[in-house]
């Protein structure tokens, strides 16, 4: 799997747009970018994911760049509940055999009221 | 549809004891993934069950073992503990039959102390 970098804390503003970053620049073709996120101590939680085009869903939106090598997940209306640990990981979408995730150390994003 | 469900949630064992652990997946979800989250490491990946077979194993020792039942539950052992094992254990579910890029679900973890 690709590895991916991305910055170790970010504040965000409640009620702002939160934009956090992860650069993926040895992505592979068939490699899907997953973003999923941890409040302390729970199951990690699935936001989105993409391949190449842009996607939004009720959580967030992701925009992928066009050489696929970096992105960009926005929750575009932060609340107090959305501070969390923030894992961006790129992983093979095959059908079968890879389900194995590999985390990285994340971004800790903090709401501010 | 129900989630991950993981049993127990909190566990407290001596050093030498073994363990076992428990993983009820989303219904219809055939692949099971077990991780290991510690402070230090971070989330690790364990090993992964599809139709009962293992198919993919994380660099563990041996005292990390796991099964599948033919229902898709999953369990997993830990022998000889030690108090490196300290961790959060955590199961995630998916339907590798699914769709392409198809999403891994996580439950909330089983806790397990080592003293």
């Known amino acids: 799997d690709a590895k991916t970098t991305q910055p170790t804390s970010m504040d965000c503003a409640e009620g702002r747009a939160a934009n956090l970053p992860c650069n993926h620049s040895?992505?592979?073709?068939?490699?899907?970018v997953y973003w999923y996120r941890q409040i302390h101590s729970q199951g990690p939680q699935y936001i989105i994911h993409?391949?190449?085009n842009n996607e939004t869903n009720e959580m967030a939106s992701l925009i992928i760049t066009e050489d696929r090598k970096s992105s960009t997940l926005i929750l575009p209306h932060a609340t107090l509940r959305d501070t969390a640990v923030y894992y961006c990981?790129?992983?093979?979408?095959?059908?079968?055999?890879?389900?194995?995730?590999?985390f990285g150390t994340g971004t800790r994003l903090t709401i501010i009221p | 549809k129900a989630g991950v469900t993981q049993t127990p949630r909190y566990l407290i064992k001596t050093r030498g004891q073994q363990v076992t652990l428990s993983c009820s997946p989303i219904?219809?979800?055939?692949?099971v993934s077990w991780y290991q989250q510690t402070p230090g490491q971070g989330l690790q990946f364990l090993f992964e069950?599809?139709?009962?077979?293992?198919?993919n194993k994380g660099n563990f020792p041996g005292r990390f073992s796991g099964r599948q039942f033919s229902n898709s539950r999953s369990e997993m052992n830990v022998s000889t503990l030690e108090l490196g094992d300290s961790a959060l254990y955590l199961c995630?579910?998916?339907?590798?039959?699914?769709?392409?890029?198809?999403?891994?679900?996580f439950g909330a973890g089983t806790r397990l102390s080592v003293l």
């Open positions: 040895t992505i592979s073709g068939n490699e899907y």
């Open positions: 069950y599809f139709s009962e077979t293992q198919r």
């Open positions: 995630a579910s998916s339907n590798p039959l699914g769709t392409l890029g198809n999403i891994q679900y």
């Open positions: 219904s219809g979800h055939r692949s």
């Open positions: 993409g391949l190449k």
């Open positions: 990981i790129v992983r093979e979408g095959s059908n079968f055999g890879n389900e194995k995730l590999t």
